[in-house]
């Protein structure tokens, strides 16, 4: 059978993983995957991620894709890879696409939630999954902080020292501050972003949160350019990737629902 190229999306819980990559000692969600989906098609699977997440940081909607010749039904490559993950990891779709697909090349957007709770006392089940502070936020000072950020701008000030893209140029599409409770979620969509970009945007805006710099602040962070004059970078464990967008061409929303409708999803 002809070699056949295959998407999927992925949902996973980073608290006990050092991120995606693949690494010698450490354990890896990249690794995790290559070896439950190598099992079901009875030969080494080598995936393509949409996006690396580091140490500690969650996904939902994480999409990756790899090549196979091993002729199995969307069901079969759904059902089986997940009976061979761990729980932490699970496969929510599955979708049969053109050649020409690339997770990390053909995306047009990713989406990322940060989840910061406001509380006086500290999380015990949630503490994976958010950043706790015992300090009151003006969310307004907060929103009002972001629409400068908004654009096509150099993120250098966003960037982690160890960021190996070749540009920091990134165009910000979209920030939203949802103010639910005792939680604030701050979400970002963008073309693309630089390593750490969206915990030091977080960090940035929470310090203005706090009062203890003004809504101003974040142009003049954005302005300078230099890592050296942001603030924190906010832990990882309030961060997931929630969406990656791509061309509806590769039809991955419609494979997915036909999928989950017990429709045909099989090999072409």
């Not at 354990?27 to 009875?42: E, H, K, W």
């Not at 049969?96 to 509380?119: E, G, M, W």
Request: charged share 20%; proline share 4%; aromatic share 8%.
């Amino acid at each position: 059978m002809a070699t056949q190229r295959i998407a999927l999306g992925l949902e996973y819980d980073g608290a006990q993983f050092h991120g995606w990559q693949t690494q010698v000692q450490d354990r890896n969600v990249q690794d995790v995957l290559q070896q439950a989906l190598s099992r079901v098609a009875n030969h080494p699977v080598e995936v393509v991620a949409a996006g690396r997440t580091d140490t500690g940081v969650h996904a939902s909607g994480q999409v990756v894709h790899f090549d196979t010749d091993a002729p199995r039904p969307a069901h079969a490559w759904l059902l089986g890879t997940n009976s061979y993950l761990p729980a932490d990891v699970a496969v929510q779709w599955v979708a049969f696409v053109a050649d020409d697909f690339h997770a990390r090349y053909r995306a047009t957007a990713r989406s990322y939630r940060y989840t910061i709770l406001r509380r006086p006392a500290r999380p015990a089940l949630l503490r994976q999954r958010c950043w706790w502070l015992h300090r009151e936020l003006d969310v307004a000072a907060m929103s009002a902080a972001a629409t400068a950020l908004l654009g096509e701008h150099d993120f250098s000030a966003f960037r982690a020292a160890a960021c190996q893209a070749k540009r920091p140029w990134r165009h910000l599409r979209r920030i939203a501050l949802i103010d639910d409770g005792e939680f604030l979620h701050l979400e970002f969509t963008a073309n693309a972003f630089l390593h750490h970009m969206v915990r030091n945007l977080v960090g940035v805006l929470t310090r203005i949160g706090t009062g203890d710099a003004p809504a101003a602040w974040a142009a003049e962070v954005l302005a300078a350019r230099d890592r050296r004059h942001g603030g924190i970078t906010a832990p990882p464990q309030g961060l997931c990737l929630t969406r990656v967008d791509y061309p509806e061409h590769f039809g991955l929303h419609s494979a997915a629902t036909r999928l989950y409708h017990g429709g045909s999803s099989g090999p072409r």
